[in-house]
Structure formats: C-alpha cells, structure tokens
C-alpha cells in the first residue's frame, strides 16, 4: 500500500471547505502566514462568489484536525498570447490537429499542508497533487481539462517541490517571464507560472 493510499484514504476524508467544517474544526495553519490568512479569511468568500473551490482533507479520527487544503478554480492556457517559446513548452505534447488558441486548465490557488503533518514527513502535498490529477484525468470529469496550473512562489523550495511532482515552468528563466510580464527590473518576481499536462503520464 503506497502513502497515498494510506493517507488521504485511510486516513483523511475530503470535505468542501464550508463554513461548518471551519467552525467545527481548529483552525488551520501551514505557517504561511500568506496561506494561512487566505483558508481563514477568504476562502470561503471566494467559494460564496464562485471564484475558487477550496477542499480539505480531514483527519478520520480527529475530524477537528485538517491535514491538508486546496482552492482550485477554472483557467485556460491562452496559447496566443504568450511567447513563442512558451508556446512551444506547451503544445510539445499535443497533436498538430488539435493546437488551439486557448486550452483547458485547472488552476491551483492555493495549497497548504498542516504544520504538524508536514513534519511527519509523508509527502502529504505530493499525495493532494497526485490527487488533482487522477481527478481531472478521471471520466466522472465533467469537463474538458488539460494542463494544471499554478502560479507558485518564486522560492527554491516551492519551485522544487512542484518540478519533482511532474509540473514545469512556462518561461524557463526568471528573466523571460519577467519580459513577458513586463516587469520593471527594481520589482520582485513573486511567483512563476507553472503548468502539468495530464495526457503525458
């Protein structure tokens, strides 16, 4: 049995993030202050506006405990406007036929992993990943879906943390993306945009 398996599974049930669940259960915090304010403060709101649908993961046997959360919502990846070579990244994998001007997405707009579970060392943010994309890929999905996409902070543990989990980045320098972006060079480049494409296994 793999850790996926037994966590998320065995050990956890997956709940939309309601305000009963965020009432009954103790507050969650990953010590991101960034991540922490949004589960507590604006998740909810934005799921009441139909921007973001955020799910936690709930302990079986502590159910006041959330081992893990994430706010996913509908993207696409507008192939036209953005650089040839990011084009290119994209499409690599996808027929000539079939190359468009917009592709499906589902966007990660947040996602967390308890402090205290993090510490365990069971790759619990790997195994919410595995999730999203066995999700997507499954033919209960209601519609279309291609890539995942997140916009991850620019920080080598984020970064990594995605690349190990299959995802890459859209400009492959921090440079490109900033030319892109139109960035003045004095202005930080606060995250990356990176993408999974769920046909390539």
Request: net charge neutral.
């Amino acid at each position: 049995m793999d850790r996926t398996e037994f966590i998320l599974a065995k050990k956890a049930s997956r709940l939309p993030y309601t305000q009963d669940v965020a009432s009954f259960c103790k507050p969650f915090s990953c010590l991101d202050s960034d991540l922490d304010e949004f589960f507590s403060r604006d998740a909810i709101l934005y799921d009441i506006e139909l921007l973001g649908k955020t799910y936690a993961w709930v302990e079986t046997d502590n159910p006041t405990q959330i081992i893990a959360m994430v706010t996913l919502s509908n993207d696409s990846v507008k192939a036209k406007y953005i650089t040839s070579p990011a084009r290119n990244r994209i499409q690599r994998s996808v027929p000539n036929t079939k190359r468009g001007i917009n592709y499906p997405a589902v966007l990660i707009g947040r996602l967390g992993v308890s402090a205290e579970f993090r510490a365990k060392g069971w790759n619990i943010g790997s195994q919410v990943l595995d999730f999203i994309k066995d999700w997507f890929r499954s033919s209960e999905n209601k519609t279309g879906c291609r890539f995942i996409v997140v916009d991850a902070y620019n920080n080598e543990r984020t970064l990594h943390f995605y690349e190990k989990n299959g995802f890459k980045l859209l400009y492959k320098t921090d440079q490109e993306e900033r030319d892109f972006l139109e960035i003045n060079p004095e202005e930080t480049l606060e995250t990356r945009f990176m993408f999974f494409d769920l046909k390539v296994k």
